[in-house]
């Protein structure tokens, strides 16, 4: 206790500190006695010590048979682990296939009706999508002969 700072002397000779040091110590023991007591020996000390009475030394494994048996263990779970990355490649490069597909798939879409059909497409699509406002010529931001820029398609360019 010379190593410590005074403050802390101090602290750890206290009367309280002191009682409850010795009070919890005795509790924690007769709580941990009674969990021994009630579940570990009847649970666990009891059957193996009943196990290992039973078998006979020759029937025990030996050094090399666990270290064959851990050795067999790390391959399988070297195999599991190789198999799992197997799957995952393949299913990432199926969705991987999927997604690119779409983009050269919308990409070819564009090129083939072109950038203005393509967005009238897409605009009109969205515009059913919101009650057809805007690509039917009703109460929308613009309907078909509405202003100079409107005249043309039937829908107002921004």
Do not use: C
């Amino acid at each position: 206790m010379d190593m410590l700072p005074e403050n802390l002397q101090t602290l750890l000779t206290n009367p309280t500190i002191t009682y409850l040091k010795s009070h919890t110590q005795e509790t924690l023991t007769t709580h941990l006695s009674g969990i021994r007591e009630t579940y570990i020996q009847p649970y666990i000390i009891a059957p193996l010590s009943s196990l290992l009475a039973s078998t006979s030394t020759s029937a025990m494994p030996d050094l090399m048979q666990l270290l064959i048996l851990a050795l067999v263990l790390f391959i399988s779970l070297k195999v599991l682990d190789y198999a799992r990355r197997v799957i995952m490649f393949w299913v990432m490069l199926a969705f991987r296939l999927v997604f690119w597909g779409s983009v050269l798939g919308l990409g070819f879409y564009v090129y083939r009706v072109g950038v203005e059909n393509a967005g009238e497409g897409f605009g009109a699509r969205a515009a059913a999508g919101n009650g057809g406002a805007g690509s039917r010529g009703g109460s929308g931001w613009g309907g078909a002969g509405t202003g100079a820029r409107g005249a043309k398609k039937g829908y107002n360019r921004w």
